[in-house]
């Protein structure tokens, strides 16, 4: 039976890049059992296929290279339970955070059919639960550029997550919607999601809602908001709280504005 097998011959036996080996063996994970001084190359010995076997199915198993490593400096039972009681700590965790991220992923996607689908400049009355957000209370004038009033909200709520698309919304005051002035918002806020830190998180209230789907962003709404509030006046609804304002697509998702949807909702008693 042979003995030695060169590089490229391990290789293909354990369907590995030579690079892979070249690696292990600059690391010091798996060393050549022979290094032909005059040419360089390297060859492997039988001995070295289980230790090389051993690595393949712990990295199949996600386990780090330098944790594999140290499992070769002090191999025994123990120390191979240990790592794997270890690492199957760490897959369930990813796993977790995988699950996590496919829920915001169908959100996501629910918010963007909804928003495609549903008909716009038409006026509909809904109950909507209470939700939770994070919220900044801050008078800012309209805009459509958002970025420095969410970067104060984080800076008050750092477990607010890092990363958000289609979930910030804006507020105006009930005492500037009875006036009938939108030159300004009275806070910011980001939508939870399940799973999220929910420390210094609050609510909006659920409720009654005039709800109307508009294609543009937050600077167009003022005209809205006033035939909704037209509408609210002749159907004898009084306005009872801030609205809730949520640009459902806008820049973060198209760099067409035509396709922006904007939602405007004003809380009402009947």
């Not at 994070?134 to 970025?147: G, N």
Request: glycine share 6%; net charge negative.
């Amino acid at each position: 039976m042979k003995d030695l097998f060169t590089i490229g011959e391990t290789a293909s036996l354990f369907n590995v890049n030579i690079r892979t080996l070249r690696y292990y063996d600059k690391i010091g994970l798996l060393r050549p059992e022979w290094v032909d001084p005059d040419t360089g190359y390297r060859y492997y010995s039988t001995k070295q296929f289980e230790r090389l076997n051993t690595i393949l199915y712990l990295k199949a198993l996600k386990v780090p290279l330098e944790k594999i490593s140290f499992f070769f400096k002090s191999k025994n039972t123990d120390v191979m339970k240990s790592l794997l009681e270890e690492q199957r700590k760490n897959i369930r965790a990813l796993i977790s955070e995988l699950e996590m991220a496919e829920k915001k992923i169908g959100s996501r996607i629910a918010q963007i059919d909804y928003a495609l689908e549903a008909p716009v400049n038409k006026i509909d009355i809904k109950h909507i639960s209470d939700r939770p957000v994070f919220y900044l209370k801050k008078d800012m004038p309209v805009s459509d550029d958002l970025e420095y009033p969410i970067r104060e909200l984080e800076s008050v709520c750092p477990s607010l997550p890092g990363i958000f698309l289609g979930k910030v919304g804006v507020r105006v005051s009930m005492e500037n919607l009875i006036k009938r002035d939108f030159s300004s918002f009275s806070g910011i806020f980001v939508m939870t999601e399940t799973g999220e830190d929910m420390k210094c998180s609050s609510v909006i209230p659920g409720g009654d809602y005039i709800v109307m789907r508009f294609t543009g962003t937050h600077s167009f709404s003022g005209a809205y908001y006033a035939r909704m509030l037209e509408y609210a006046e002749k159907n004898r609804f009084s306005v009872a709280g801030d609205s809730v304002e949520i640009t459902l697509i806008d820049s973060g998702m198209t760099s067409d504005p035509d396709r922006f949807v904007t939602e405007l909702q004003i809380p009402v008693e009947f």
